[in-house]
C-alpha cells in the first residue's frame, strides 16, 4: 500500500488598506464568548503599581545550611560537624552584615534574617531603592513578602492509628511543629491544668495584656516543648511583634495540634512544637513569619547546629494555584531535603483544574485532599410544595457546629443577607430582615460576615431551621465556626435552590421543606467537594499525594477542657502529620521520602466522588492520588515503591500536546525491607474503564520483578498515547477553566499495582494528553502582486485534528528576556514575557461590534488565571491620555471560579465590568481578550492607539513587560484577509 498525504492549500488575501472596498468583509462573531447575564458586576481593578514602603526577601547566592548539610542529613547523618555548621552560619551572617550596611544608607530596615531553610534577609524599604538592593554584591533575588490562608474518636480508629498505637507506636521520640496559630499549651488534652483560669493566666484579659507576649513561668511546658511567635497579636490590623510565648487565641493552630498530638489524637506520644505565625484575628499567614519559622524549626535551640531540627511540619495553609516560584516552597523543599518531613494542606478551592495550593504543590512535600469521616451523611432538600419545584435536592452540604439531628418541617422565609450588628465591620447595623422567622425555616444569602453569625440571629428571631443559600454558581461547602452561641440546625443548598424558591417566594407561593435525619446518603469512603484539584501549576504533576477525613471534634482554645467541630484539609493534614509520626518512631532510620511513599502506597484507592450526586464514580488521580491514609497498613507493608527519578510514591507523566503519537516511560525503583528475596507480581489498572475503552492509552510493564532480600530493584513503566484516538480536547480557561469534569475527560490516569504475597502496594499515575494539531506557516514572506494580494499557504499535515486558525493584524512585537532575568524555584515572583500583539473586529451579537486582542507570550502558563494578567490601554480620542483598559482576570476573585474573564474599566471613574470569557486555553502562550468597541468609546471607523502591559498578578502586581505604541481602526486594518479565504478550521492530511 503506497502511503500519500494531501497537502492543504488555503488562500489568505492581504489587501493594502488604500484600496479596500467599501463593502467590509463579514467579521468573525465571538458572542459565544459573552458572559451569562447575571455575571457582571463591578469588581476591584489590579492594575496598582508597588509604591512607597515595600517588605521584601533579598535572597544571596550562598547555599542555606539545610542544604550545605546535605540529602537525607537528619537521619543519616550530615556533611558538617556541629563546629562546621555554626561557622557556615556565621559567614552567611557576615554577609548579611556587608547587605544591610549598605541598606540601612538606603533608610532599609531590617525585619528578619535567614540562615538554615533560606539565605536570606527580609527587609523593608521604600520601593523606589530595591533596584539599588538588586546591584549590590552577592544579591541573587529580591521578591515580595507572601500572605498565605489558614486552611477524633472517630477518625482516628478510621483511619488505622488505633491500631498502631496497640502496636506500642505512639509517636514516643518525634518532634512535630506545628506552624499556625499557636497552641492553647494549658488545654487538658496537652497536658495542662485545663481550666478557664489557666488559660487567662496565660493569655490575659485581651489582647493588649502583657501575659500573652512572656512565658510567664507556664510555657514550655512536658508536651508542648517549645515554640515562637513570628506574629504577635494584633497583625495584620497593626505590625508584626514577635515575642516567646505561642500562645493561642485564634483556635485553629489548637485544633491541628490536638489531631496530630493530643491525647486522643493520631500520635499522643510526640512532643510538640507551637510556631505562630497566623493572626490572632484573621485567615491570613504572614510570609516573613513563615520563612523565619522554617529557619527556627531546623534549629530550635538556637546554637546553629540544626542535629535538632523537628521530625515533622504541619503546614495547614497555603496559596491557591500553587507556583513554584513561591519562596515558602523552596524553604519546605530544603527542609525535607535536610531530612523533615513536611506536610501541608492541599487547599478547600474545590475541583477546579490546578487549584491546589502551594507549598504542597512542592514535590518533596506530602500534599493533603480532604476526605469524608465515616459517618459524614449527605441529607437531601425535600421541597414537599409547591408542585412545580418538589423534590429530593442532593447537592446539599451540613455545618459542623449546626448539624442536622433532629431535622424540620416548615414554611420558606427569604430573609436577605441576615448579618447581625457589627459583623461586616465595627459600627454597622444589621441587615434589616425582609421576613420574621419566627417559627419558620430561614433562607439566608452567603456573604458579608460569617456564616455563623447569621445563623445565631436567626435562631434567636425563633428560626426552626436555616437554609444557607449560595450566591455564585458551584456545589455547596460547609463553613467555619465565626462566632455566636445558639445555633438550629442548618442545611447548605446550591444558587440554582436558593433561586428557584426565591422565585416562589415572590409569587407569593408558600414553600414547605423537610430535613430529616433518617433520609441521607453514606459518603464514607469519598472526597469532600470543597477539598482542592490538581495537577501541580509548575510541574503538572500528581497532587495532592494522600487523603484523610477532615472533619473532627477537636481541643477548642481558652475552654480548659472543652472541644468543637473543625474540618477543612487543615484538619485532614495533622491526620496524615500524625501517621507519619508514627512511622518515625516505627521506622527512624528511613528517610522522609520513604516515609512518604509508604503512606501513599498503602493508601485506600476505591475512593468516590460522591456517592450521593455520582454513585460508583471514583475520584481521579488528580483528586486523591494514593488514596485515603491508612497507617496500620503502612506500618505493616515491607514493600515501598516509588518514582526513581522524582522520589516520589507516583508516577506523574505530564501534560503533551500530540498530534503524533508518542511514548513515555518511567524508571520506578521498589524497595524490599524483608530479609529475603521476593518476586513481585505487576500489574495496572486504568482508573475508568471508558480510558481503557478509546484505545488512546496503553500501559506497558515487565510482569514481574525479582528484588533482593533488603535491597532494591528497578524496572521501566511505560505509556503509548495514539493521539488520533485520543478524545477531542474540550477544555479551556475560560468559560471550563473551572470545571475539573472536562479535566476527568481529556486526562488518563489508573494504578500501577505490585502484589506479593505478604505485600500489596501501588502507584498512582497520570498523563493529561491533548489531541492537537500542527498547522504551520510555510513561508516567512508573502510577495504582493500588483493588486496587493498575495497568497500565503498553512498546512496540517501531520495533525491529529482539524488546526483552529485565527486571523489578527500584528500590531507589535517584543524581544525574549534573556534567560538571567528571569525567576527559578523560590524567587517569589514571575517575568510575563510579551512575544506579540495583534487585533482584529468582531461581532458580539445583536448586530454589536466588538474588537479582540490577541496576546502570546514566550513560555506556557498551565491556566490562564495566574500569574499573567494582560492589560490593554486605549486611548480612544489619540490625546495622548489613556481612557480605558481591557483586563483578564479570573471570576468571583482569587480562587474562586477557576473561569477567566475579560473586564472593561473605566480610567475617569474607576468603574469596572466583566465583559466576556477570556479566549484562553489551558497549558497555553496564548490569549485573546475581547470588548464591546461601544464600551471602550470606539466606533469600527476609530482610529486609537493602545498599550498592552503584562504583570505578574500573582506575587508581585508589578509589570514585566509591555508593548507600547501601537495605532489601529478596527474596520480598515493595514493589511487584511476576505472572509471568504479565512479559515476557521485546518483539517489534517489524508490519502
Not at 528475596?677 to 480510558?691: G, L, P
Request: charged share 20%.
Amino acid at each position: 500500500m503506497r502511503n500519500c498525504f494531501r497537502l492543504c492549500l488555503v488562500l489568505l488575501l492581504a489587501t493594502a488598506a488604500l484600496s479596500l472596498c467599501a463593502e467590509p468583509s463579514p467579521v468573525v462573531d465571538v458572542s459565544n464568548l459573552a458572559l451569562p447575564a447575571g455575571t457582571a458586576a463591578v469588581v476591584d481593578s489590579r492594575l496598582k503599581q508597588a509604591v512607597g514602603e515595600v517588605e521584601i526577601v533579598v535572597r544571596l547566592g550562598d547555599v542555606p545550611l539545610a542544604v550545605a548539610q546535605g540529602e537525607g542529613a537528619k537521619r543519616s547523618g550530615g556533611r558538617l560537624t556541629r563546629v562546621q555548621q555554626r561557622e557556615h552560619v556565621s559567614q552567611l551572617s557576615r554577609k548579611h552584615d556587608e547587605l544591610m550596611q549598605a541598606v540601612r544608607a538606603m533608610d532599609g530596615h531590617e525585619i528578619a534574617r535567614l540562615t538554615k531553610a533560606l539565605n536570606a534577609v527580609i527587609m523593608s524599604v521604600d520601593a523606589s531603592r530595591v533596584s539599588a538592593i538588586a546591584g549590590l554584591p552577592n544579591v541573587v533575588s529580591i521578591r515580595p513578602v507572601g500572605v498565605y490562608q489558614l486552611d477524633l474518636s472517630e477518625t482516628v480508629p478510621y483511619i488505622g492509628a488505633k491500631t498502631v498505637q496497640a502496636a506500642g507506636f505512639k509517636g514516643d521520640g518525634v518532634t512535630v511543629a506545628v506552624l499556625d496559630t499557636g497552641i492553647d499549651y494549658t488545654h487538658k488534652e496537652f497536658g495542662g491544668p485545663g481550666t478557664v483560669d489557666a488559660y487567662a493566666a496565660a493569655y490575659g484579659a485581651d489582647s493588649s495584656d502583657p501575659k500573652n507576649t512572656t512565658t510567664d513561668g507556664l510555657f514550655p511546658t512536658a508536651k508542648v516543648i517549645g515554640g515562637f511567635d513570628f506574629v504577635g497579636e494584633v497583625w495584620p490590623d497593626g505590625d508584626l511583634a514577635p515575642d516567646p510565648d505561642p500562645i493561642d487565641f485564634n483556635g485553629h493552630g489548637t485544633h491541628v495540634a490536638d489531631i496530630i498530638g493530643g491525647a486522643k489524637g493520631v500520635a499522643p506520644g510526640v512532643k510538640l512544637y507551637a510556631v505562630k505565625v497566623c493572626s490572632s484575628t484573621a485567615s491570613s499567614c504572614n510570609g516573613v513569619a513563615l520563612l523565619q519559622a522554617m529557619d527556627f524549626i531546623l534549629d530550635p535551640n538556637g546554637d546553629g547546629d540544626i542535629s535538632d531540627a523537628v521530625d515533622v511540619v504541619n503546614l495547614s495553609l497555603g496559596s491557591a494555584y500553587g507556583q513554584r516560584e513561591d519562596d515558602l516552597s523552596e524553604a519546605t523543599a530544603n527542609a525535607v531535603r535536610l531530612g523533615v518531613i513536611v506536610v501541608a494542606a492541599a487547599g478547600n478551592e474545590a475541583n477546579h483544574p490546578y487549584i491546589v495550593s502551594s507549598p504542597s504543590t512542592t514535590p518533596e512535600v506530602i500534599s493533603v485532599a480532604q476526605t469524608q469521616v465515616p459517618s459524614a451523611k449527605r441529607f437531601p432538600l425535600v421541597i414537599n410544595s409547591p408542585a412545580e419545584i418538589t423534590g429530593h435536592y442532593l447537592n446539599t452540604e451540613t455545618i459542623g457546629w449546626a448539624p442536622i439531628v433532629s431535622g424540620f418541617t416548615g414554611d420558606i422565609v427569604f430573609v436577605g443577607r441576615g448579618c447581625p450588628a457589627d459583623a461586616v465591620k465595627p459600627g454597622d447595623p444589621e441587615d434589616p430582615y425582609l421576613a420574621n422567622p419566627a417559627g419558620k425555616v430561614a433562607l439566608i444569602d452567603r456573604g458579608g460576615c460569617a456564616v455563623s453569625l447569621k445563623v445565631d440571629r436567626a435562631a434567636k428571631a425563633g428560626a426552626i431551621g436555616v437554609l444557607l443559600g449560595l450566591v455564585a454558581p458551584g456545589d455547596p461547602i460547609s463553613f467555619a465556626f465565626g462566632g455566636g452561641d445558639t445555633f438550629v440546625e442548618t442545611l447548605v443548598i446550591t444558587k440554582d435552590v436558593a433561586d428557584s424558591i426565591k422565585t416562589q417566594l415572590a409569587h407569593s407561593m408558600a414553600v414547605n421543606v423537610t430535613i430529616s435525619p433518617t433520609v441521607f446518603v453514606p459518603l464514607i469512603g469519598s472526597m469532600v467537594a470543597s477539598s482542592a484539584r490538581g495537577p501541580s501549576y509548575s510541574y503538572n504533576a500528581i497532587k495532592p499525594d494522600i487523603g484523610a477525613p477532615g472533619a473532627s471534634v477537636s481541643a477548642e482554645v481558652g475552654t480548659g477542657d472543652g472541644a468543637t467541630a473543625f474540618g477543612g484539609t487543615s484538619g485532614a493534614t495533622p491526620m496524615v502529620a500524625g501517621s507519619a509520626a508514627l512511622l518515625i518512631q516505627a521506622y527512624p532510620k528511613r528517610a522522609a521520602m520513604e516515609i512518604k511513599t509508604l503512606l501513599m502506597n498503602t493508601a485506600e484507592r476505591d475512593m468516590q466522588t460522591d456517592p450521593a450526586l455520582f454513585p460508583g464514580v471514583l475520584a481521579p488521580i488528580t483528586r486523591i492520588a494514593g488514596g485515603e491514609v491508612r497507617v496500620d497498613k503502612a506500618l505493616k507493608s515491607t514493600t515501598a515503591a516509588w518514582d526513581a527519578d522524582d522520589s516520589t510514591g507516583s508516577l506523574s507523566f505530564g501534560y503533551h500536546a500530540l498530534s503524533r503519537d508518542a511514548a513515555f516511560s518511567k524508571r520506578v525503583t521498589v524497595r524490599n525491607y524483608a530479609n529475603r528475596s521476593r518476586r513481585y507480581a505487576i500489574s495496572s489498572q486504568f482508573r475508568y474503564a471508558a480510558d481503557t475503552a478509546t484505545g488512546a492509552v496503553t500501559v506497558d510493564a515487565p510482569p514481574a520483578v525479582l528484588v533482593p532480600a533488603n535491597g532494591s530493584a528497578q524496572f521501566d513503566f511505560r505509556l503509548k498515547v495514539k493521539a488520533s484516538k485520543l478524545p477531542i480536547w474540550k477544555l479551556n480557561g475560560g468559560s471550563l477553566g473551572g470545571a475539573g469534569s472536562s479535566l476527568e475527560a481529556a486526562e488518563f490516569d489508573g494504578y500501577l499495582t505490585l502484589v506479593e504475597s505478604s505485600d500489596t502496594v501501588h502507584l498512582p499515575w497520570q498523563i493529561l494528553p491533548h489531541r492537537a494539531a500542527d498547522v504551520e506557516v510555510l513561508t516567512d514572506n508573502l510577495q504582493l502582486d500588483r493588486e496587493g494580494k498575495g497568497t500565503l499557504i498553512l498546512r496540517n499535515n501531520r495533525g491529529a485534528v482539524d488546526g483552529r486558525v485565527d486571523v489578527f493584524s500584528l500590531t507589535g512585537t517584543s524581544p525574549r528576556i534573556k534567560k538571567k532575568f528571569l525567576p527559578g524555584p523560590g524567587d517569589n515572583f514571575a517575568i510575563i514575557d510579551l512575544r506579540s500583539v495583534g487585533a482584529r473586529l468582531v461581532g458580539i451579537g445583536g448586530g454589536e461590534f466588538g474588537i479582540q486582542f490577541a496576546i502570546s507570550t514566550f513560555g506556557q502558563r498551565s491556566h490562564p488565571n495566574y500569574p499573567a494578567e494582560f492589560d490593554v490601554f486605549i486611548d480612544n480620542n489619540l490625546d495622548g491620555e489613556f481612557d480605558f483598559a481591557l483586563f483578564n482576570s479570573e471570576l468571583g476573585g482569587f480562587g474562586a471560579s477557576g473561569q477567566n474573564v475579560v473586564s472593561v474599566v473605566n480610567l475617569k471613574d474607576g468603574t469596572v465590568t466583566p465583559e466576556f470569557f477570556t479566549d484562553a486555553d489551558l497549558n497555553s502562550a496564548n490569549a485573546i481578550l475581547t470588548a464591546p468597541l461601544a464600551d471602550l468609546g470606539l466606533t469600527p471607523d476609530t482610529q486609537f492607539s493602545f498599550t498592552v502591559v503584562a504583570f505578574d498578578n500573582y506575587f508581585t502586581g508589578a509589570p514585566t513587560d509591555l508593548i507600547e505604541g501601537m495605532v489601529y481602526t478596527a474596520r480598515r486594518p493595514r493589511w487584511e484577509c476576505p472572509a471568504a479565504a479565512r479559515p476557521r478550521r485546518l483539517k489534517p492530511a489524508s490519502c
